[in-house]
């Protein structure tokens, strides 16, 4: 409480009587803090003090549930909701009070380097990678190029020469803020000179020209897990453009496109694999080899078979890109109609077709037979 006992009056240190209303506070805080703003007192840490006593004063006495906190109990009421500690930061203040100064002092110090902003988070970038089928069910590592802004080496993104600093910016004094009046409002926009930064590079860094970026090629690597489909979306925190004003760097988004397969057509987690087989293993049953992404696998196809009989082999398809297992693969049979036969094939299934009585075209000549008839004189005309 000794503690307590050694702070001025917030009444006192305002300059206004105990029955104030809110708008005389509020008035005479933007007075005491216009008189003894750091900017334009530069090393007077008294004037500095004054201005961080009347800040904390303004936090009590213009809220009113503080206030009447304060005017009964005094600072020991007001501990720990603000007015107890006081402000140790000037930044705290502009924080804190930025908003209402605005006119005054556009919300923060002038002559700082990048005043008129916050620290803001970098750009994010985009790309993407192509990956195969088989790559894509693995898992894979690629080394990619992403073509990115830096920092500038020579003036480390100041933007200015070696040996200078930015300075103020003339136009809004600093503020990054300038304030217009049209009728009877007044709008504050962002200064058009300096677009916002409160400083102007003067003497401009040859190697970035002021920008204090360059563009440079950084090469990453990209952990691609397995399971990914097209349209999905890889994200590499922090490895897009380094933030304004020491800000957090952006991320980098990169697109997943997968290759299509000769043999397998996907959906989801699920493969589908076309296999021909012959009208005899159809019709007969067979034990056939199939092709499934690890290489081959064994398939009982059954006697009566008909084509486009789907076959399901369980956990044989794609994993699923969030560890919730694995996909089947669908084997679709086709009987294969051959489009020549030899003679011996042809006069099975004829005999075959009279077995079952079954209505088929008549042996057609081929051209080399016909041809061959022709040149024997074999060939009637009809």
């Known amino acids: 409480m000794a503690v307590m006992a050694t702070k001025r009056d917030y009444y006192e240190v305002l300059g206004v009587a105990k029955e104030a209303g809110g708008d005389e506070i509020k008035k005479a805080y933007r007075k005491e803090a216009l008189a003894n703003h750091p900017d334009r007192n530069p090393g007077d840490g008294e004037a500095e003090q004054r201005f961080k006593d009347a800040a904390e004063a303004f936090e009590i006495l213009g809220d009113e549930q503080k206030r009447a906190r304060y005017d009964r109990y005094g600072h020991a009421g007001v501990q720990g909701l603000g007015g107890g500690a006081g402000f140790t930061d000037i930044n705290d203040i502009f924080d804190s009070f930025g908003d209402m100064l605005g006119g005054i002092f556009g919300g923060a110090r002038t002559g ?33 190029d992403v073509r990115r802004h830096e920092n500038c080496d020579t003036c480390g993104g100041s933007g200015a020469k070696a040996g200078s600093i930015a300075q103020p910016c003339d136009y809004c004094d600093g503020r990054g803020q300038v304030v217009q009046s049209q009728g009877f409002f007044r709008i504050q926009t962002t200064c058009p000179a300096c677009s916002g930064d409160g400083v102007v590079v003067r003497d401009k860094c040859e190697n970035c020209g002021g920008s204090g970026r360059e563009s440079k090629t950084a090469q990453l690597e990209v952990k691609v897990p397995p399971g990914v489909d097209n349209d999905m979306q890889l994200c590499l925190r922090g490895e897009g453009e380094p933030g304004a004003l020491g800000g957090p760097r952006g991320d980098l988004y990169v697109d997943i496109h997968v290759k299509e397969h000769s043999l397998f057509q996907r959906d989801g987690n699920t493969l589908t694999c076309l296999v021909p087989i012959t009208y005899t293993q159809a019709a007969l049953g067979a034990e056939i080899e199939v092709p499934i992404l690890t290489g081959r696998h064994d398939l009982k196809v059954p006697a009566g078979t008909q084509t ?23 084997v679709e049979v086709q009987v294969d109609v051959p489009k020549k036969l030899t003679e011996r094939q042809e006069e099975l299934l004829r005999e075959l077709a009279e077995l079952e009585e079954a209505h088929v075209s008549p042996h057609r000549k081929s051209f080399f037979e016909t041809l061959k008839d022709y040149f024997t004189g074999e060939d009637e005309e009809t």
């Not at 192509?130 to 690629?142: D, K, N, Q, S, W």
């Not at 076959?311 to 694995?326: A, E, I, K, S």
Request: glycine share 20%; proline share 7%.
């Open 112 to 144: 700082q380097p990048g005043a008129g902003r916050r620290p803001a988070r970098g750009r994010s970038l985009r790309t993407g990678i192509t990956v195969t089928l088989l790559e894509a069910a693995r898992g894979c590592t690629r080394e990619l």
């Open 308 to 330: 486009g009989t789907e076959f399901r082999l369980r956990g044989l398809g794609m994993p699923d890109p969030h560890g919730r297992g694995t996909g089947d693969m669908l």
